[in-house]
């Protein structure tokens, strides 16, 4: 017997991989989600792990004699398993001579589940071999199954050892075959796009689309609740599917909250394309960390390339009463931190930057210093289309980003592409930004705030 392990991201990539590689006489044994990848228990994504095997072709015939009876009730043996050859045989997918559409295979799947049953590959009629998990199971006597063993071929019998003991663990198998109809279930849904949600649970799938999520990520979190209200009883009130979204929206933010500055952090860093306020953003930023957390305050900019801009961030510094340096080659920026020397903490402004030209984006790299323990924020507005986002984002990643900043929350309302851009980079989400006075307009994230950004009820 050959026995092979497929780790998938979908169940017809599996049954191609086994059709291809095994045969049409493969046998799924077993099939489990799992995760992989990520880093330090982060960013993992969903597999499915499947375990296939299909029966060698044996060289010589050996006679059949009965095997050690095995203490297991018929009523037990599962009966997506069994494949007799009368009228009660499993619901089987029948092996056409060309390859099959993906069509045919999602409606011949639904068929198969609707009957409660787990489909297998059907094998051809004038092949007979001896299967431990779907041999013939005799109608009239309720007596354990039986196979081939040959006494002289002592691997064969040790490739079939951990098959009989998988089989006679019944409530392993039974736990397996749950894994696999349900599994079954959800592709069969997404294949046919029949799958029907509760009202209560499509009006919040509808809502997340309006706000601009992607697809992938809203079908996770919707199929999260669908799961979970199933196997509550599916009753639920309108009340509670939404407090099964917000578990969802809590779990994928549990490690995307970058709070706000930390208290080590002595320069940092404001990144990000022209027209987004950074300016205006790193003067609530050291209005924030001056009456707030006390902290002494020194500013710098870089920014000599737009009219006025030093002229504006001069007025904040004057108002706030901290000093500001002017820089513009990497030799002015050591003495700029020189003479900023006795400060706690140093905001730097940088020049807004077309991102599409490499040259413009590659001369900011050399202001950055790292000499000191620092943080890099990426500003983003919320007004973008979430397209341009992420290839903003994916350019300005070679500043070692470590937090992102959006502005302009009071000028849209689709937040999706918010999560759109945590879910694709690993960045921590520190502050948002809902206007313009200084230092207000200016809030912390957290998961209830975000949640309710979604939902629409509320962090305007």
């Not at 997506?80 to 001579?97: F, H």
């Not at 502050?431 to 705030?449: C, F, K, R, T």
Request: with cysteine; glycine share 6%.
């Amino acid at each position: 017997m050959r026995v092979k392990r497929y780790v998938v991201d979908t169940m017809p990539d599996a049954m191609h991989s086994i059709r291809s590689e095994l045969g049409s006489d493969a046998v799924i044994l077993s099939t489990k989600e799992i995760k992989v990848g990520g880093f330090m228990g982060m960013f993992q994504k969903k597999k499915i792990e499947v375990v296939a095997a299909v029966e060698q072709e044996q060289k010589r015939v050996v006679p059949e004699r009965p095997a050690p009876a095995m203490n297991i009730p018929r009523n037990a043996v599962p009966q997506a398993y069994i494949k007799n050859s009368g009228s009660q045989t499993a619901p089987a997918l029948k092996k056409p001579a060309d390859n099959r559409t993906f069509a045919e295979l999602a409606a011949a799947l639904t068929d198969a589940v609707a009957q409660g049953n787990v489909a297998v590959l059907e094998e051809p009629a004038q092949e007979v071999r001896a299967n431990p998990i779907s041999a013939p199971v005799s109608s009239t006597p309720p007596s354990a199954p039986s196979s081939s063993v040959s006494k002289s071929d002592e691997a064969k019998d040790a490739e079939r050892k951990p098959v009989v003991s998988m089989v006679s663990d019944n409530n392993e198998v039974l736990h397996e075959i749950k894994e696999m109809k349900q599994w079954m279930e959800r592709f069969a849904r997404n294949a046919s796009g029949a799958r029907e949600l509760p009202e209560a649970l499509d009006h919040l799938r509808e809502q997340l689309v309006e706000q601009e999520l992607d697809a992938e990520l809203a079908e996770q979190w919707i199929d999260g609740v669908f799961d979970q209200w199933a196997e509550e009883g599916r009753n639920w009130t309108p009340v509670q599917f939404q407090d099964a979204l917000k578990e969802q929206v809590n779990k994928f933010l549990a490690n995307r909250i970058g709070k706000g500055i930390a208290q080590d952090t002595r320069i940092l860093y404001i990144a990000g394309p022209t027209g987004v306020g950074k300016t205006t953003t790193i003067a609530k930023l050291a209005a924030e960390q001056l009456f707030r957390q006390g902290r002494k305050v020194g500013l710098i900019t870089s920014d000599t390339y737009r009219i006025s801009a030093v002229e504006q961030l001069r007025t904040y510094a004057s108002i706030l009463n901290v000093p500001l340096e002017v820089v513009q080659s990497p030799g002015d920026m050591q003495r700029a931190l020189s003479r900023l020397e006795g400060c706690d903490l140093i905001l730097m402004d940088t020049a807004g930057r077309n991102y599409r030209n490499e040259m413009l984006v590659a001369e900011l790299q050399s202001l950055l210093s790292k000499e000191l323990k620092s943080e890099t924020y990426l500003v983003l507005s919320l007004t973008s289309k979430s397209r341009d986002m992420k290839r903003i984002t994916e350019h300005f990643s070679r500043y070692q980003l470590d937090k992102v900043l959006f502005t302009k929350l009071d000028e849209t309302g689709s937040y999706g592409p918010l999560f759109n851009i945590l879910n694709d980079f690993p960045l921590g989400l520190s502050y948002l930004s809902n206007g313009q006075n200084v230092p207000d307009d200016l809030l912390m994230a957290s998961e209830e705030l975000l949640f309710g950004l979604l939902m629409e009820t509320g962090g305007r």
